[in-house]
């Protein structure tokens, strides 16, 4: 017989019940925690770009022009080194930059030791890879990024065919182009802001890339052949679709297709394109140093409008 000072158990309905009540507290609490983390996930990235602008800017007051996006020729042979691998002293990176050799290729051995030096400067923390990056039992020696330079909006690979797709508008732009097949490679000048005649707030040069490329995967011979591939982004190597992108293909698109029938199929499968695996859009660095979120949303004229550097186009503040 139980007496009047002995303690009451809860019966299982009552267990049950909180239990439940537990649950429904936890599922409002999630998303609220996720958002947070992500918040908190984009403000380290516009933070990442804001350093990035500063490292150009200081490149720029150096050398009076701002950093070849791909620098595709050296004497001795192709180099490819991108824009961010000239940045490099500027943000507290000597020592990686001292060790590259920019007269080889980025895949030279006696690079390969920086090329697979992560920067933290170069990740977007929202950014997953799919993939081990770098990967040295591939022969990948390449670090990851998560941005690009923005060579404008023409095709990005037009660096090689400019006669087809007109020449790179962008503030970072490619050292050298060939205007179609049997012309001579001619030498292209770095751009100084004072090229930027369409207001350096109003003209992006750095934007957000990432490996979440849906139905993008590895071909026969790679021996990872049918693995999910993503993406190409390395800071190291300024080619169309590592380092460096255009507007020219869709804004923020994750669909990987291979359109091969036309010319510019690279462009248009998203290869080069901006995106991230933010919400709803993407982080742009601007010619002024700002960084802002441009939405998915943002009509095409205007997002190519905003690629230029001396398009002369006319943007309103409510078209952004």
Known sequence: MRTLNSP?????????????????????????????REAARRAQCTNNLK?????LHNYHDSNGVFPSAMNAWTA??????????????????????????LELNNTNPANTTATATR????????????????????????????YAASCGSRYAWGWSNTDLYGRADGVLVPNEEAPGPGRPVVGVRPVGITQITDGTSLTYMVGEQDYALR?????????????????????????????TFSAYGPFNSHEYFRPSSRPDFREVSGLASFRSQHPGGAHFLYADGSVRFLKEGVHPPVYRALSTRAGGEVLSADSL
Request: hydrophobic residues 45%; proline residues 12%; contains cysteine.
């Open 119 to 146: 920067v933290s400067v170069f990740l977007c923390p929202t950014m997953t890879l799919p993939r081990p990056k770098p990967d040295p039992a591939y022969n990948d020696f390449a670090a990851p990024a998560s």
């Open 51 to 55: 350093q990035i602008g500063l490292a």
């Open 76 to 101: 001795v042979q192709t180099a490819y080194f991108s824009a961010f691998t000239a940045i490099l002293p500027y943000l507290e990176e000597r020592p990686l930059f001292a060790s590259y050799n």
């Open 8 to 36: 009451r158990a809860f019966t299982l309905i009552e267990l049950l019940v909180v239990i439940a009540i537990i649950g429904v507290l936890i599922s409002l609490l999630l998303p609220a925690v996720q958002s947070a």
């Open 215 to 243: 139905n993008y995967f590895f071909n026969p011979p790679d021996p990872r052949a049918g693995m999910p591939r993503g993406g190409n982004g390395v800071w190291c190597d300024g080619y169309p679709a590592s380092a």
